[in-house]
């Protein structure tokens, strides 16, 4: 199996920032203001901006910003049409020390010593300290440029924005860090107990059921071998060879599993491998988990296959852009389709979701529209996963998800979690729903 969540003390550092960004703002713009001359008092009100910006991530409010700071350049003029600049000398004057002040920060923040938490925040203060000496100054009438004051800031800011360093590496580790420990990542946890049932394989669209799986065998309750390397852990995307002994064509293991390399990777693969063999090993009994209801249901053909029918699957199901462009489906909105609930339920799907579907397969060909229906049952993943044990020969259980399911008292507003996770008391795989097992070699 194979999906970042920022880490609070991330997330205040992020926050810090931008309260400091946002009274930096506001103090290029008081310059901009009261020294309307200092053109790099403009530039700095930029710099922030573009900042805060980035941070956000929205084009849309740096248009909605340039638009309103361009606005108000222009009303000023039209106002005070009487404006005199000073003279070009004051302002070039004015602006190359200012910027030389910056470039001076900007390189002391790019030192080693800069480069780190301590040292940055230390340059952060220290600007602040010299933003608010200059304003001191101008308000007590010293003849001191507004820009000189947040020279500083402009090069501690355009350092941390343009540049990797130690605060933002810092800040990504801390998101890695979080995102290992708060997601529903997880390699594996397999008992060396002879004889203990082991998930190695479980559909993933039962999400809630999995984070309690995931819980329960952390917890040493539940042995499993299932693998699911979200995006943003070290794993992530990376690739693992094929062993010469297994005979397989492709440079890594996406080839057989999905017919081509995939940006996920295939890494997962290989530690579930390691999983598997141990549980073997320990003579554990090994136990397949199929959708509600579709027990032994969604097998490929063989592992040798899976990759092409993979492909195929892929194809058909890009389709429904094809199907959404059509009369049908228009018909369909319009006679109340756009009104079924969009609430996901226990298995990931919503009523508006499952009659899309449904839809979507009546519009396909009658071979096509079968191929999809003799794929559910398992989730991709699970499909090679299956493929492999049998192709080892190793026996398995086949078990009905809903032995893990149960129904709560329905709420007339919210009907669609009918379903939710059904807890065991001891261990999660106990005495599961036997569908059928394959014979022992």
């Given at each position: 199996m194979y999906g970042p969540v920022y880490p609070i003390m991330a997330g205040g550092a992020i926050c810090c920032f931008g309260c400091a960004s946002f009274i930096f703002y506001c103090g290029c713009t008081a310059a901009f203001i009261h020294f309307q001359a200092d053109l790099l008092a403009v530039c700095a009100t930029g710099v922030t901006v573009g900042w805060i910006t980035r941070q956000l991530h929205s084009r849309y409010l740096a248009a909605l910003?340039?638009?309103i700071f361009c606005s108000y350049i222009a009303v000023r003029s039209i106002i005070r049409p009487s404006f005199e600049f000073r003279p070009f000398w004051d302002v070039f004057r004015d602006s190359a020390v200012a910027l030389g002040i910056s470039v001076l920060f900007f390189f002391?923040?790019?030192?080693?010593?800069?480069?780190?938490?301590?040292?940055?925040?230390?340059?952060?203060?220290?600007?602040?300290?010299?933003?608010l000496g200059s304003l001191v100054a101008y308000y007590a009438g010293v003849a001191v440029p507004l820009s000189f004051g947040f020279s500083p800031s402009i090069g501690t800011f355009t350092r941390w924005l343009l540049f990797r360093g130690g605060v933002r590496e810092?800040?990504?580790?801390?998101?890695?860090?979080?995102?290992?420990?708060?997601?529903?990542?997880f390699e594996g946890t397999v008992s060396h107990e002879p004889g203990k049932a082991c998930?190695?394989?479980?559909?993933?669209?039962?999400?809630?059921?999995?984070?309690?799986?995931?819980?329960?065998?952390?917890?040493?309750?539940?042995?499993?071998?299932?693998?699911?390397?979200?995006?943003?852990?070290?794993?992530?995307?990376?690739?693992?060879?094929?062993?010469?002994?297994?005979?397989?064509?492709?440079?890594?293991?996406?080839?057989?599993?999905?017919?081509?390399?995939?940006?996920?990777?295939?890494?997962?693969?290989?530690?579930?491998?390691?999983?598997?063999?141990?549980?073997?090993?320990?003579?554990?009994?090994?136990?397949?988990?199929?959708?509600?209801?579709?027990?032994?249901?969604?097998?490929?053909?063989?592992?040798?296959?899976?990759?092409?029918?993979?492909?195929?699957r892929e194809a058909l199901l890009k389709k429904m852009r094809d199907f959404e462009d059509t009369d049908s489906f228009r018909d369909a909105e319009e006679a109340g389709l756009n009104k079924l609930s969009r609430l996901e339920r226990y298995d990931s799907s919503s009523q508006y979701?499952?009659?899309?579907?449904?839809?979507?397969?009546?519009?396909?060909?009658?071979?096509?529209?079968?191929?999809?229906?003799?794929?559910?049952?398992?989730?991709n993943s699970q499909?090679?996963?299956?493929?492999?044990?049998?192709?080892?020969?190793?026996?398995?259980?086949?078990?009905?998800?809903?032995?893990?399911?149960?129904?709560?008292?329905?709420?007339?507003?919210?009907?669609?979690?009918r379903w939710a996770w059904k807890p065991e008391p001891n261990s999660l795989v106990g005495h599961p729903v036997v569908c059928n097992e394959l014979p022992s070699p």
């Open positions: 910003v340039a638009i002391i923040s790019w030192s080693e010593l800069g480069s780190t938490r301590t040292g940055f925040m230390a340059l952060y203060f220290l600007s602040g300290l010299v933003a810092g800040l990504e580790e801390m998101t890695e860090h979080n995102t290992l420990n708060k997601t529903i990542t998930v190695v394989s479980w559909p993933g669209k039962y999400a809630t059921a999995w984070d309690h799986m995931v819980a329960s065998a952390r917890a040493g309750q539940t042995s499993a071998a299932v693998v699911f390397l979200p995006e943003g852990t070290k794993n992530f995307g990376k690739h693992s060879r094929i062993p010469t002994r297994e005979g397989l064509d492709g440079r890594c293991w996406c080839e057989p599993l999905y017919g081509e390399k995939k940006p996920w990777g295939c890494r997962w693969w290989a530690l579930w491998i390691q999983n598997v063999e141990a549980a073997v090993k320990h003579r554990a009994e090994l136990q397949v988990y199929f959708f509600a209801g579709a027990c032994g249901k969604g097998k490929v053909g063989s592992f040798e296959t899976a990759g092409q029918e993979n492909l195929r979701s499952r009659e899309k579907y449904r839809l979507f397969l009546q519009w396909l060909p009658d071979s096509e529209r079968q191929f999809l229906q003799d794929s559910e049952g398992l989730g499909k090679a996963e299956v493929a492999w044990l049998e192709k080892k020969g190793y026996r398995y259980t086949s078990v009905d998800i809903s032995r893990w399911l149960k129904q709560p008292r329905e709420l007339p507003e919210d009907r669609e979690h």
